[in-house]
């Protein structure tokens, strides 16, 4: 079965063919990163207006270098949640539009479930259960995933996620956005213990937050301004990389310990973080468990984990009809 994957949620326009959720014939990123860029962070205005335009040729992409035709897709699959909302809108209004013309079914798929499925396609065995942790611009999540359409949420986050903390911090210490890729490359000069920072506390077991470490960042900036002293970028940026990828890895091992998993995965754009997979691999193995990380080029947004989530989403008799809306906010384990 070949599903066309649309994800429109926040900066990238991407589209995919995969065929039965884990074989890639097609994967087509069209990103407008390097303008919401010049604003230091998505504007959502200008994200829907690329989405727009990106659109249509990018799917028309996917099936030309599927060596495919509307006609060889069996359904269509898109993002409805969660997302910038007019962002979500132009990925949901294509996809009716293009199920309703080619009269396919259309597949409504949840952004995050999409993030998880991006194993499927690098870990053709990889098969549910498994506990992963889900972390992105917009959600930091611990997930027991018990099968292909079935969540449960055994900790998140209680403040800022785990991408919009490497962002924020980014933009406190002069990086460029997207702050996650620029926070690692500047850390890789650094001293990971130049700066004591924080362990946040939190109520709830596997729950994270990231708001004070994110605030004691910017006091280390702040503290070395009035004092008319330079701070360390590469140090501090290292010193931050650490504690976060050690909170986020410490937090999903004890889930899987006190869980007895015996898969643990990443996925999100966070899962790209280089200490982040060092520390999961490295602990997870001490455990006994078995590591599947996403391939790079899956962490990020795209159509592939779309389509792959649509094939599992459509054998559950997840279909919707022409009402189908965009939703800003929805859980993982929704029904
Ligand atoms: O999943 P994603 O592409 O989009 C959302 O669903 O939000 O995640 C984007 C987030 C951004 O906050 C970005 O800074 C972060 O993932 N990110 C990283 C890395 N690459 C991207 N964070 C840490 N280390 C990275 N290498
Ligand atoms: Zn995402």
Redesign the pocket.
Known sequence: MIVLGIES??D?TAAALVEDGRHLLSNVISTSVKEQALYGGVVPEIASRRHCEFISATVKKALLDAGKTIDDVDAVAVTFAP?LIGAVLVGVNFAKGLAYSANKPLVPVH??RG?IAALYITHPELKPPFLCLV?????SHIVEVQDYTHYHILGHTVDD????A??KV?RTLGLP????????NAAKTGDPKAYRLPVPHVEGKYNVSFSGLKTAVLNEVNQAQMKGTDINVPDLAASF?ERIAGILAEKLLLAAADNGAKQVCLA???????R?RQLVNDGAQKLGAKVYLPELKY???NGAMIAAQGYYEFKDGNIADLTLNGLPTLSIDYR
């Open positions: 949620t926040c990238e997302g952004h995050l993030h972390a992105s611009g917009g959600h996620a785990a991408g919009e490497f962002d980014a956005y997207p702050g996650g890729p620029s926070v690692a990389q999100g754009g966070v899962a790209a973080n280089g982040l962490c990020g947004d």
